[in-house]
């Protein structure tokens, strides 16, 4: 360990030379060791020892303390009166006191023993141990200590026992009398779980008699998901979760429950501790490393980084505040250290000193942080993805086609597009669409993840014609001619290798200024890595293009001045070859199979735009359209590669998708807030039912977390939806397994009216299975018979499952809260046709009047068994789909489609599409 201190504070201990006693030598040995050196080490070498010292003196040897320190000499041999050493320790006025804690003074005897050390010539044994600092135990190694022996072999029922019945023997008190089975098992299951045993689970222990009943108790609360939400909590309490940005305005992340999933997730799997943290602080980077299974976990892990507070409304230019947060929640939350002091200063008996605080600094400066978006900025972007990025990298290309397109189709129709997330984590922002030109709160200089050096503007005026990359965009970057050198960087996310890559393309859209200018100098495009040469180099001059490989310089072709240019790389990592074309419509150049240097190293880390030549100026240029991926890049176009499901805008064949993309969208994750919600769901006629972030579901064994339920009111008038559904296919048993969450929520305007469940043929016209519920119970309905099978609670939220047996028109069913569960089972309606097309809720009950206001959520209809109600949540990744669909369907709101009596038609009042 490290113990520092700061110079220039007042001298405090200094030793007399050795001078002629008549004492004896281990005499004045002994006195050493027993008398003096003890208070050495106890009270002086925290200040005085160790990397640093106060007021320049050390203890640690006698030639140190012969040297004195910043106030010269501090004690005279044999001379105690003379010494400022003995005057320190008296306290007394003329000196400052040393310890400077008054109530940590040197008792007076402690003070003679001093005095007569001096006056005997302060010796010093040359065999005397080395000084070490005093060792704070949350430094020392872990150990492994042997349970103390204890003469009750009953007290000792585990090794803790042991320990704790040490000390209280010592302490001379008596052990408490065993808890009986009733309070063991509250105390355990509130211990583990936060939740009271239920009256059924303390009648099974008390019930139960055999020696492991109380192992078997443990062991069944450690697998209960209460568990892992009881306890994750802490950590998530430790780590400064929330589910907004914080500061400002607390904008909401509506992705920071995976992570909070994560952990509640890793404490159930009883995953190791090592683990644990190693994902959480690196889980990107063994994601890419690990198998593929687990790299969407280990990606989600790193929401420990992720979910550091980001300040202001212009987060991108508080970084260093975001970074200090990580480093912070990294100490207090792993070391149990703060941390935040070494940022401005070293801690004289801290363990990390101001460097070290940098050298973490620095790691988490060269990581790019996701956006979660702000008050001022409402998007998100830089968002990971759960994919590799050869697999995301192609997702995300054709997700911008697709907005593209919806972007051209609004434009017809004079409308604007919605805001979208903007970049993925795995791309650049090589179209500088993160950036913003000088206007309001911006000064039109780049921000990360681009560093630079020199004058760069983020203009309108640079954005590039061409569209084969990013199909859309507003702003590119401008260099001014002149002398004055510029540098613009950005590092790469994943790092490319001759190993992990065999082939990379390379983008790069760029219009030199008047080449009329006196101006010789270069620009230059390259890629890098430290400690490398380049993998190429680009030299761009007022009149050519230049390939530079190593020592080799190849004259490339001719360019225009004023004439934006698409230059397109093929790099053959393996082989070692560069492949390429440049040029605009009509004129185009190709070179290929240029060799790339042997004295690249085979890692590729940073894309850089700079200056050559410096002693010359160099003519003006616009960038723009930088792109590094593992798939090709399609030819220059100044139209849009067109997506692949380009093709005239079809609401029903939208429907559709979304249908296959979602399901039955029975989480609701497809609708809006606060709005009725739209196909494939329907409301009933005049209903008041609407989307609502307060119906969302606490369960999460049939969907993962979501946002969204469906409420609907405490009132007598009618209310319902419901959806028609998509072709059931029974399993070969026969059987189809649906389930969904409610509640009756409140009671507030009375009335104790009942809600209806149906699915069947039709709506309405011929029922296969009829349930119905209030504020207080649930019925279910058997050929004709009607019948209450359990009681409900209201506000309290359940998940009914059932199990429908086509074959003999039988159901069994289950309904379950965090409290209990019933079963039931029944025969379908008598009237049932044989047909399953259409399912809903309204308030056509068995009970007529007031209502109780209803929250639904989470409906599943399927030919495989549903998730168990203690289950984990299910891996769904489907939110890009939909979010692409939400924005055609976006888009065909303003194209002139409504939906009449379910189906969906053209408005004759609109221009046709085109």
Same mark, same amino acid.
């Given at each position: 360990?490290r113990l520092?201190?700061?110079?220039?504070?007042?001298?405090?201990l200094?030793?007399?030379?050795?001078q002629?006693s008549?004492?004896?030598?281990?005499?004045?040995?002994d006195?050493?060791?027993?008398?003096?050196?003890?208070?050495?080490?106890d009270?002086c070498?925290?200040?005085h020892?160790?990397?640093?010292t106060?007021g #320049?003196?050390?203890?640690?040897?006698?030639?140190?303390?012969l040297k004195?320190g910043?106030s010269? $000499?501090a004690?005279?041999?044999?001379?105690?009166?003379?010494?400022?050493?003995?005057?320190?320790?008296?306290?007394?006025?003329d000196?400052?006191?040393?310890?400077?804690e008054?109530?940590k003074?040197?008792?007076?005897?402690?003070?003679?023993?001093?005095?007569k050390w001096?006056?005997e *010539?302060?010796?010093w044994p040359s065999?005397?141990?080395?000084f070490?600092?005093?060792?704070?135990?949350?430094?020392e190694?872990?150990? @492994?200590w042997?349970?103390?022996?204890?003469?009750?072999?009953?007290?000792?029922?585990?090794?803790?026992d042991?320990?704790?019945?040490?000390r209280?023997?010592k302490s001379?008190?008596?052990a408490?009398?065993?808890?009986?089975?009733?309070?063991?098992?509250?105390?355990?299951t509130?211990?583990?779980?936060?939740?009271?045993p239920?009256?059924?689970?303390?009648?099974?222990?008390?019930k139960?008699?055999s020696?492991?009943?109380?192992?078997?108790?443990?062991?069944?609360?450690?697998?209960s998901?209460a568990?892992?939400e009881?306890?994750?909590r802490h950590w998530?309490?430790?780590?400064?979760?929330a589910?907004?940005?914080?500061?400002?305005?607390?904008?909401?992340?509506?992705q920071a429950?995976?992570?909070?999933?994560?952990v509640?997730?890793?404490?159930?799997a009883?995953k190791?501790?090592?683990?644990?943290?190693?994902?959480?602080?690196?889980g @990107?980077?063994?994601?890419?490393?690990g198998?593929?299974e687990?790299?969407?976990?280990q990606v989600?892990?790193?929401?420990?980084?992720a979910?550091?507070?980001r300040?202001g409304?212009?987060?991108e230019?508080?970084?260093y505040?975001?970074?200090?947060?990580?480093?912070?929640?990294?100490?207090?939350?792993?070391?149990?250290?703060?941390?935040?002091?070494?940022?401005?200063?070293?801690?004289?008996?801290?363990?990390?000193?101001?460097?070290?605080?940098?050298?973490?600094?620095?790691?988490?400066?060269?990581?790019?942080?996701?956006f979660?978006?702000?008050e001022?900025?409402?998007?998100n972007?830089?968002?990971?993805?759960?994919e /590799?990025?050869?697999?995301?990298q192609?997702?995300?290309?054709e997700?911008?086609r697709?907005?593209?397109?919806?972007?051209?189709?609004?434009?017809r129709?004079?409308?604007s597009?919605?805001v979208?997330i903007?970049?993925?984590?795995h791309?650049?922002?090589?179209?500088f669409e993160?950036?913003?030109?000088?206007?309001?709160?911006?000064?039109?200089?780049?921000?990360?993840?681009w560093?630079?050096? #020199?004058?760069i503007?983020?203009?309108?005026?640079a954005?590039s014609p061409?569209q084969?990359?990013?199909?859309?965009?507003?702003? #590119?970057i401008?260099?001014?001619?002149?002398?004055?050198?510029y540098?613009?960087?950005?590092?790469?996310?994943?790092?490319?290798?001759?190993?992990?890559?065999s082939?990379?393309?390379?983008?790069?859209?760029?219009?030199v200024?008047?080449?009329?200018?006196?101006?010789?100098?270069?620009?230059?495009?390259?890629?890098?890595?430290?400690?490398?040469?380049?993998v190429?180099?680009i030299?761009?001059?007022?009149?050519?293009?230049?390939?530079?490989?190593g020592?080799?310089?190849?004259?490339?072709?001719?360019?225009?001045p004023?004439q934006?240019?698409?230059?397109?790389?093929?790099?053959?990592?393996?082989?070692?070859?560069?492949?390429?074309?440049?040029g605009?419509?009509?004129?185009?150049?190709e070179?290929?199979?240029k060799?790339?240097s042997q004295?690249?190293m085979?890692?590729i880390?940073?894309?850089?735009?700079?200056?050559?030549?410096q002693?010359?100026k160099?003519?003006?240029?616009?960038?723009?359209?930088?792109?590094?991926?593992?798939?090709?890049?399609?030819?220059f176009?100044?139209k849009p590669?067109?997506a692949?499901?380009?093709?005239?805008?079809?609401?029903?064949?939208?429907?559709?998708?979304?249908q296959?993309?979602?399901?039955?969208?029975?989480?609701?994750e497809?609708?809006?807030?606060d709005?009725?919600?739209?196909?494939?769901?329907?409301?009933?006629?005049?209903s008041?039912?609407k989307?609502?972030?307060?119906?969302q579901?606490?369960?999460?064994?049939?969907?993962?977390k979501g946002?969204?339920?469906i409420h609907?009111?405490?009132?007598g008038?009618y209310?319902?939806?419901?959806?028609?559904? /998509?072709k059931?296919?029974?399993?070969?048993?026969g059987?189809?397994?649906?389930?969904?969450?409610?509640?009756?929520?409140?009671?507030a305007?009375?009335g104790?009216?009942?809600?209806?469940?149906?699915i069947?043929? *039709? $709506?309405?016209?011929?029922?296969?299975?009829?349930?119905?519920?209030?504020?207080?119970?649930?019925?279910r309905?058997?050929?004709?018979?009607?019948e209450?099978?359990?009681?409900?609670?209201?506000?309290?939220w359940y998940?009914?499952?059932?199990?429908?047996?086509?074959?003999?028109?039988?159901?069994?069913?289950?309904?379950?809260?965090?409290t209990?569960?019933?079963?039931?089972e029944?025969?379908?309606?008598?009237g049932?046709?044989?047909?399953?097309?259409?399912?809903?809720? @309204?308030?056509? #009950?068995?009970?007529?009047?007031?209502?109780?206001?209803?929250d639904?959520d989470?409906?599943?209809?399927?030919?495989k068994?549903?998730?168990?109600f203690?289950g984990?949540p299910p891996?769904?990744?489907?939110?890009r789909?939909?979010?692409?669909?939400?924005l055609?369907?976006y888009a065909?709101?303003?194209?002139g489609?409504?939906?009449t009596?379910?189906?969906?038609?053209?408005?004759?009042?609109?221009? $046709?599409?085109?």
């Open positions: 360990m520092q201190s700061y110079p220039g504070a007042i001298l405090f200094i030793f007399l030379a050795a002629p008549l004492v004896r030598a281990d005499e004045r040995e006195f050493f060791e027993s008398k003096i050196r003890p208070i050495l080490i009270t070498f925290r200040c020892g160790g990397i640093k106060s #320049g003196l050390r203890l640690d040897s006698r030639e140190a303390l004195g910043d010269g $000499p004690l005279v041999i044999g001379k105690p009166e003379e010494s400022l050493l003995i005057r320190a320790i008296r306290r007394q006025a000196i400052s006191a040393m310890p400077p008054k109530e003074a040197l008792k007076s005897e402690q003070i003679a023993y001093f005095e001096v006056k *010539g302060a010796n065999k005397s141990a080395k070490l600092a005093a060792k704070h135990w949350s430094f190694p872990v150990r @492994d042997p349970p103390p022996r204890i003469s009750n072999d009953s007290l000792k029922q585990n090794s803790i042991a320990f704790l019945h040490s209280q023997i001379g008190l008596k408490a009398k065993p808890a009986d089975k009733l309070i063991l098992i509250r105390r355990a509130l211990d583990l779980t936060g939740l009271p239920t009256p059924a689970e303390i009648d099974i222990f008390l139960d008699t020696p492991g009943a109380y192992a078997s108790l443990i062991e069944r609360l450690l697998k998901p568990y892992g009881r306890w994750g998530l309490d430790i780590v400064r979760y589910d907004t940005a914080g500061d400002t305005a607390d904008y909401p992340v509506p429950w995976r992570y909070r999933n994560y509640i997730d890793s404490f159930n009883d190791p501790y090592d683990q644990f943290l190693r994902e959480q602080i690196a @990107d980077i063994l994601a890419n490393q198998p593929r687990k790299y969407a976990e989600i892990a790193t929401g420990y980084l979910i550091s507070r300040f409304f212009d987060s230019n508080y970084q505040l975001t970074i200090q947060d990580t480093i912070d929640t990294l100490g207090q939350s792993i070391l149990g250290l703060s941390l935040g002091c070494a940022r401005c200063h070293d801690h004289k008996f801290d363990a990390i000193s101001m460097k070290d605080y940098y050298g973490l600094y620095a790691i988490f400066d060269s990581s790019r942080y996701a979660p978006g702000s001022q900025k409402q998007r972007s830089l968002m990971v993805p759960l /590799p990025p050869a697999e995301s192609l997702k995300w290309r997700f911008q697709q907005v593209a397109q919806l972007s051209r189709e609004l434009s129709e004079k409308q597009l919605p979208s903007q970049h993925s984590l791309e650049m922002d090589g179209d993160m950036q913003a030109p000088a206007a309001g709160g911006s000064n039109g200089v780049l921000v990360p993840p560093l630079y050096e #020199g004058k503007a983020v203009t309108n005026a954005q061409f084969n990359l990013y199909p859309s965009g507003k702003a #590119g401008s260099i001014s001619s002149g002398a004055e050198d540098s613009v960087k950005q590092a790469l996310y994943p790092i490319y290798t001759d190993s992990n890559s082939h990379l393309y390379v983008n790069l859209d760029f219009r200024g008047n080449g009329n200018l006196p101006a010789k100098g270069m620009h230059r495009f390259r890629l890098d890595s430290i400690g490398s040469v380049p190429f180099e030299l761009i001059s007022a009149d050519a293009l230049t390939l530079k490989s020592a080799s310089i190849e004259r490339l072709g001719a360019i225009q004023n934006w240019y698409n230059l397109q790389l093929d790099l053959d990592l393996k082989n070692r070859k560069i492949s390429g074309r440049y605009f419509p009509g004129s185009t150049s070179f290929k199979e060799s790339i004295e690249w085979g890692r880390e940073s894309v850089e735009l700079d200056s050559v030549n002693q010359q160099h003519p003006a240029i616009d960038y723009d359209n930088i792109g590094v991926q593992l798939s090709p890049i399609p030819a176009s100044e590669p067109a692949n499901n380009d093709k005239k805008l079809d609401r029903v064949s939208i429907a559709e998708q979304l296959a993309i979602a399901g039955i969208d029975g989480d609701f497809s609708q809006a807030n709005q009725p919600p739209i196909a494939p769901w329907n409301a009933g006629p005049n008041a039912v989307l609502s972030v307060n119906s579901s606490p369960f999460e064994n049939l969907y993962e946002q969204l339920g609907m009111p405490n009132r008038e209310d319902g939806f419901g959806q028609a559904l /998509p059931l296919s029974p399993n070969p048993q059987l189809l397994y649906l389930g969904f969450d409610f509640r009756c929520e409140s009671q305007a009375g104790n009216g009942s809600w209806r469940y149906y069947g043929h *039709g $709506p309405g016209q011929s029922a296969a299975v009829e349930l119905f519920f209030n504020g207080e119970k649930f019925f309905q058997s050929g004709d018979a009607r209450a099978v359990g009681s409900l609670v209201c506000g309290q998940q009914l499952q059932l199990t429908l047996d086509l074959k003999l028109k039988s159901y069994r069913g289950s309904l379950t809260s965090h209990g569960r019933v079963t039931f029944g025969q379908f309606a008598t049932w046709d044989g047909t399953l097309n259409h399912t809903f809720i @309204d308030s056509y #009950g068995h009970i007529g009047g007031v209502r109780p206001s209803l639904a989470n409906f599943v209809i399927q030919n068994p549903l998730p168990a203690d984990p891996r769904q990744i489907r939110w789909g939909i979010a692409v669909l939400r055609w369907n065909l709101s303003y194209c489609w409504k939906q009596k379910g189906f969906l038609a053209r408005s004759s009042s609109k221009a $046709p599409l085109r």
